[in-house]
């Protein structure tokens, strides 16, 4: 049972390009998040997805930042006209239920640097 | 403001050690997560309490409601101890599950 699967590993973006992110979640799980790390910075909750919902974008940029979560497909995160200030580590984490106390299992992450 | 405050920012210790890393918040938490964070890799979730203790091979987590605290403790640490481990609260009022709010992380190096 393959854990939460993040790609790419690695990205490298020029200022302006669009930078996709995807996640597959475990095996069982409909619920996925993505959170942020800047650099030198702690973790920061970006959305909540379930399949072909959102749920809480509270967390999201108001421009430039999307995320779906289709009904077949990984869930991707999608930063249009990227700028250096994008370039972090974006994990994303999966649950297999809904509910309050859900323990979360994380991905790998994806690091963007934008040049 | 919701806040978690963690300590200490950065920890040494000697192999065999026992550690405590210490997480405080502000208000009304409906559960709370250990995570681990090696150098450059992935995020690891060690234990999610919302009340008393729990307890997986060397490492103990417990949880005070009243005090809005909580504590990591590894036993007989090892240098592949040494990570970020990092503490996140969902809030009482802070939305959706998953919708976490994160320590800074303490900074643990076990030397042998």
């Known amino acids: 049972n393959a854990g939460v699967m993040q790609n790419p590993r690695h990205l490298v973006r020029r200022r302006g390009q669009e930078a996709r992110l995807r996640c597959s979640p475990m095996k069982g799980h409909s619920h996925v998040y993505w959170y942020r790390q800047l650099p030198e910075e702690g973790l920061k909750f970006m959305v909540y997805?379930?399949?072909?919902?959102?749920?809480?974008e509270s967390g999201m940029p108001k421009e430039r930042f999307s995320a779906e979560f289709p009904k077949e497909g990984p869930s991707i995160l999608r930063i249009q006209q990227v700028v250096r200030g994008d370039s972090a580590a974006y994990f994303c984490?999966?649950?297999?239920?809904?509910?309050?106390?859900?323990?979360?299992?994380f991905g790998e992450g994806s690091r963007l640097t934008v040049l | 403001k919701n806040e978690v405050e963690q300590s200490p920012q950065n920890l040494t210790a000697q192999e065999g050690e026992f550690i405590t890393i210490n997480c405080s918040y502000s208000?009304?938490?409906?559960?709370l997560h250990w995570l681990q964070q090696h150098p450059g890799g992935g995020i690891v979730s060690l234990f999610m309490l919302s009340s008393g203790k729990k307890k997986h091979g060397r490492l103990i987590a417990t949880i005070n409601i009243q005090e809005k605290h909580s504590s990591l403790h590894i036993t007989a640490s090892h240098p592949r101890d040494s990570a970020v481990y990092i503490c996140?609260?969902?809030?009482?009022?802070?939305?959706?599950?998953?919708?976490?709010?994160f320590g800074k992380g303490t900074k643990l190096s076990v030397k042998p």
């Open positions: 984490a999966s649950s297999p239920l809904p509910g309050r106390r859900e323990k979360l299992f």
């Open positions: 997805l379930q399949k072909e919902n959102i749920i809480d």
């Open positions: 208000v009304g938490i409906s559960a």
């Open positions: 996140a609260v969902r809030f009482e009022e802070g939305g959706s599950q998953g919708n976490l709010i």
